[in-house]
């Protein structure tokens, strides 16, 4: 496979000098950390021993029969987050519940594209964005956000991140009286990152879908020019190498070692804000079943002329290896 190249007026090359073979072929060896899995399992057992707290803080009808609730619940170690609840008024207990990740960016409102009958969704928010804003924390501020504690993998803001993501699978069990029995995670950029750090020590995920994975193989992304939350990221550590010690418990590669369910995960090969060798990296360290798709271009504004045949791919994929979320 090959792409047509991207003109760009970055003063790096966003594709690091890899070809697509070059990026599936990437094999991130470099060894975690040895309590990194007592880590994550530790963190996420401190998760869910916070009480959740559920409140229903709005309700509207939308559309075609759907519903739309708005909603607040405790995080750990002591956050409230917000999220929006979509569901049919025909089926309020499916038996798919689908958890939605978000982009760095954050989440203004609920996407309804992504509602079925079938199933019920939770867009959830990550702290400090949006409808989860704290006054402890940035907000809507990318660049600060990824920064936020990073000092030591206790206070680093991405474990509450993490938590936010498992508590909605509660949230859902919660909803609909626990009528879901299969549980799949979206989430593309910050929230594919986020999927690939937090899904792994979720067991109650049977599949998951993760594009642009960020966070991934630190040692590349701190070495190499970038632009967004990667670039805040690298200039904090440009003036405080310590903290490459807290990112290596952050690292989506090393955490995608540990996912075992169905994933299928999107990967661009031109990308000024997710280096595509940290994105594969993730990808090719799947043990398990697993697609990745290739696509021209993340993270830039360019209609790229091959960028509708990746997503039509991407769909076959999504069919083939989790037919029961690509159906309906």
């Not at 060894?31 to 399992?41: G, L, N, T």
């Not at 600060?144 to 936010?164: D, F, P, W």
């Not at 593309?188 to 049977?206: D, I, K, N």
């Not at 798709?293 to 994929?317: I, L, R, S, W």
Request: net charge negative; with cysteine; hydrophobic share 35%.
């Amino acid at each position: 496979m090959k792409f047509e190249t991207t003109p760009h007026e970055f003063d790096f090359d966003p594709t690091y000098g890899h070809s697509v073979p070059d990026l599936q072929r990437i094999r991130y060896v470099d060894p975690e950390p040895e309590d990194f899995a007592d880590f994550w399992q530790d963190l996420y057992q401190k998760a869910m021993d916070v009480p959740l707290d559920l409140k229903i803080e709005e309700e509207q009808s939308l559309e075609n029969g759907f519903r739309c609730q708005r909603v607040s619940y405790r995080v750990w170690p002591d956050y409230r987050v917000g999220a929006w609840v979509i569901f049919h008024e025909d089926h309020p207990q499916p038996d798919l519940g689908v958890v939605l990740g978000h982009g760095y960016g954050g989440r203004e409102a609920p996407d309804v594209g992504f509602a079925r009958k079938d199933r019920i969704l939770i867009f959830t928010i990550a702290p400090g964005f949006h409808i989860s804003q704290d006054s402890r924390l940035p907000v809507n501020d990318a660049g600060k956000h990824v920064v936020y504690g990073i000092e030591s993998r206790e206070s680093y803001l991405l474990a509450s991140c993490a938590a936010t993501i498992w508590r909605g699978v509660d949230v859902l069990l919660e909803l609909t009286e626990s009528s879901v029995k299969k549980f799949h995670y979206h989430g593309w950029s910050f929230g594919g990152g986020m999927g690939a750090l937090s899904v792994p020590w979720e067991p109650r995920f049977q599949s998951a879908e993760l594009g642009h994975v960020t966070f991934a193989n630190h040692p590349f992304r701190l070495r190499n020019e970038c632009v967004g939350s990667g670039a805040s990221v690298r200039q904090y550590w440009l003036k405080d190498r310590s903290i490459e010690e807290t990112l290596r418990y952050y690292d989506a590669a090393f955490s995608v070692r540990h996912l075992k369910i169905p994933t299928l995960f999107g990967c661009s090969c031109f990308d000024p804000a997710v280096p595509p060798p940290g994105q594969w990296s993730a990808a090719n360290s799947h043990p398990g079943p697993s697609r990745a798709t290739a696509f021209p271009v993340g993270h830039f504004d360019y209609a790229h002329p091959q960028t509708a045949e990746a997503e039509k791919t991407h769909a076959e994929n999504l069919l083939a290896l989790m037919p029961w979320v690509a159906g309906a």
